[in-house]
């Protein structure tokens, strides 16, 4: 059982140090108690009180890492039922359906659709990471085969969906490498399912049919020493899974419930034949509260608002969204384009970009590093002033692709363009763009013309 906050502070240093953050020993306890903070934050606990407080210190939804290398992904370790009250930070992965039953063109559209849709935005790369292989035929050489298929053709992390030990196990020999999934373990087979995610150090799935069951069943296998558990309660119908969920979630979170404390994986494409509906069915159970949402398949139209909602909903709102620091080539410019600077906050960003795609003149586009804050804002915070861009710019590699030595700064910040011309040196002409994004198009082709 879970640790109170007081019976936290009792084991704590009581040095108040502020060094974990927080202003006294009893409110970092308190936080701790309440899953806000991490023991690591305390340098000074001793080893007898750190054994006492693992429990306490533990995320209330275990954490479960999947994947290897770019396509690694993390769910669970969720410390709040709503965003608003701190944020969400482990987004759910996305996986499509394959079956070794399927016909060929179906298996070969869903792979070539998986490793297609994929869409740049700010910075990130929007896509899914899961292939779902389920062993229909029962056949363990079809089975291993498809997954074979799986490792050589994407970089998924694969699913293996099989009653049959034996096919999983030769599944797992030759995709354990990239820690897949393992689907999943039931009152009846747990024992085995538990020894092979063992020997292969994949996490595991509890499957049973309801909340209670697959508390039980859970107990089971963590006292096996498997502790890397997604979970699923069984339903297919809409309104009960989406029922569990959030009792999964309230259970974890606020009764402190560790045999309920693992991360649902959903099955909207169990839940309906209708593509749209089932891409909305996914929409809500990214809202709330899946760790990972398994589709029948998806275009592009479907798949990709499902992943701007999941980027929308895991990005800290205390944070702003922002672009990498760098040169942007808008239009396959040359040495001979213009250049011009702005901030890293993403919506500057896309407005600027936006317009200059629209002046149809290539430009070199710099982005600096602002702490994501717009021109005007970045500006009064001393952060997008002179001497700061003349330092960026000279640094960024711009001079190695452009002949000329001019620079195109916002309109609001011309006040600056003094220090920036004395930073960058005489050989630089600062050139003072227009006030607003809009008329940047016709500014850069009176530029070009001129």
């Given at each position: 059982?879970?640790?109170?906050?007081?019976?936290?502070?009792?084991?704590?240093?009581?040095t108040?140090?502020k060094?974990?953050?927080?202003?006294?020993?009893?409110?970092f306890?308190?936080?701790?108690a309440?899953?806000?903070?991490?023991?690591?934050?305390?340098?000074?606990?001793?080893?007898?009180?750190?054994?006492?407080?693992?429990?306490?210190?533990?995320?209330?939804?275990?954490?479960?890492?999947?994947g290897?290398?770019?396509?690694?992904?993390?769910?669970?370790?969720?410390?709040?039922?709503f965003?608003?009250?701190?944020?969400?930070?482990?987004?759910?992965?996305v996986?499509?359906?394959i079956?070794?039953?399927?016909?060929?063109?179906?298996?070969?559209?869903?792979?070539?659709?998986?490793n297609s849709?994929?869409?740049?935005?700010?910075?990130?790369?929007?896509?899914?990471?899961?292939?779902?292989?389920?062993?229909?035929?029962?056949?363990?050489?079809?089975?291993?085969?498809?997954?074979?298929?799986?490792?050589?053709?994407?970089?998924?992390?694969?699913?293996?969906?099989s009653?049959?030990?034996?096919?999983?196990k030769?599944?797992?020999?030759?995709?354990?490498?990239?820690?897949?999934?393992?689907?999943?373990?039931?009152?009846?087979?747990?024992?085995?399912?538990?020894?092979?995610?063992?020997?292969?150090?994949?996490?595991?799935?509890?499957?049973?049919?309801g909340?209670?069951?697959?508390?039980?069943?859970?107990d089971?296998?963590?006292?096996?020493?498997?502790?890397?558990?997604?979970?699923?309660?069984?339903?297919?119908?809409?309104?009960?899974?989406?029922?569990?969920?959030t009792?999964l979630?309230?259970?974890?979170?606020?009764?402190?419930?560790?045999?309920?404390?693992?991360?649902?994986?959903?099955?909207?494409?169990?839940?309906?034949?209708?593509?749209l509906?089932?891409?909305?069915?996914?929409?809500?159970?990214?809202?709330?509260?899946?760790?990972?949402?398994?589709?029948?398949?998806?275009?592009g139209?479907?798949?990709?608002?499902?992943?701007?909602?999941?980027?929308?909903?895991y990005?800290?709102?205390?944070?702003?969204?922002m672009?990498?620091?760098?040169?942007?080539?808008?239009?396959?410019?040359?040495?001979?384009?213009?250049?011009a600077?702005?901030?890293?906050?993403?919506?500057?960003?896309?407005?600027?970009s936006?317009?200059?795609?629209?002046?149809?003149?290539?430009?070199?586009?710099?982005?600096?590093?602002?702490?994501?804050?717009?021109?005007?804002?970045?500006?009064?915070?001393?952060?997008?002033?002179?001497?700061?861009?003349g330092?960026?710019i000279?640094?960024?590699?711009?001079?190695?692709?452009?002949?000329?030595?001019?620079?195109?700064?916002?309109g609001?910040?011309?006040?600056?363009?003094g220090?920036?011309?004395?930073?960058?040196g005489?050989?630089?002409?600062?050139?003072?763009?227009?006030?607003e994004?809009?008329?940047?198009?016709?500014?850069?082709?009176?530029?070009?013309?001129?």
């Amino acid at each position: 059982m879970a640790l109170t906050g007081i019976q936290i502070f009792k084991l704590l240093p009581k040095t108040n140090c502020k060094e974990c953050g927080q202003p006294t020993c009893l409110a970092f306890a308190m936080n701790l108690a309440a899953g806000k903070a991490e023991l690591s934050r305390c340098p000074y606990v001793s080893d007898e009180a750190r054994a006492l407080l693992s429990e306490a210190s533990a995320p209330p939804i275990r954490p479960v890492t999947m994947g290897t290398g770019d396509n690694k992904v993390t769910v669970g370790g969720e410390t709040v039922m709503f965003r608003h009250e701190k944020t969400f930070v482990n987004k759910p992965a996305v996986a499509v359906l394959i079956s070794d039953t399927m016909a060929e063109d179906d298996v070969s559209g869903r792979i070539k659709r998986y490793n297609s849709l994929r869409y740049e935005w700010i910075g990130l790369l929007l896509r899914a990471e899961m292939i779902a292989i389920k062993n229909e035929s029962n056949d363990a050489a079809k089975f291993e085969a498809l997954v074979k298929r799986v490792m050589g053709e994407t970089d998924a992390i694969p699913i293996l969906i099989s009653e049959n030990i034996d096919a999983l196990k030769a599944a797992l020999v030759v995709s354990a490498e990239r820690v897949p999934l393992i689907y999943a373990a039931t009152e009846k087979n747990y024992e085995a399912m538990a020894g092979l995610a063992k020997e292969f150090k994949c996490p595991l799935t509890a499957k049973a049919d309801g909340l209670a069951k697959l508390s039980e069943l859970t107990d089971k296998i963590v006292a096996l020493d498997v502790k890397d558990i997604i979970a699923d309660s069984g339903a297919r119908g809409v309104r009960r899974a989406f029922e569990d969920m959030t009792f999964l979630r309230r259970a974890a979170l606020i009764q402190k419930n560790r045999s309920l404390g693992f991360s649902p994986i959903t099955f909207p494409c169990e839940m309906t034949d209708n593509p749209l509906k089932e891409t909305l069915i996914a929409s809500m159970f990214i809202a709330k509260y899946a760790g990972i949402v398994v589709l029948s398949d998806f275009q592009g139209e479907s798949l990709f608002p499902l992943l701007v909602e999941r980027l929308n909903i895991y990005t800290d709102p205390q944070r702003p969204m922002m672009m990498k620091e760098g040169i942007y080539p808008i239009g396959n410019p040359t040495e001979d384009s213009p250049v011009a600077i702005t901030t890293n906050f993403a919506l500057t960003y896309f407005i600027v970009s936006g317009e200059i795609e629209a002046s149809r003149v290539p430009t070199w586009l710099l982005v600096m590093e602002t702490e994501g804050l717009s021109v005007l804002t970045a500006w009064a915070a001393g952060k997008f002033v002179g001497d700061a861009m003349g330092i960026f710019i000279k640094k960024s590699g711009i001079t190695d692709k452009i002949k000329h030595r001019k620079i195109i700064i916002p309109g609001y910040v011309a006040s600056v363009s003094g220090d920036l011309e004395e930073e960058l040196g005489p050989d630089w002409e600062v050139k003072i763009g227009p006030r607003e994004a809009a008329h940047l198009a016709a500014f850069l082709k009176m530029e070009t013309a001129g």
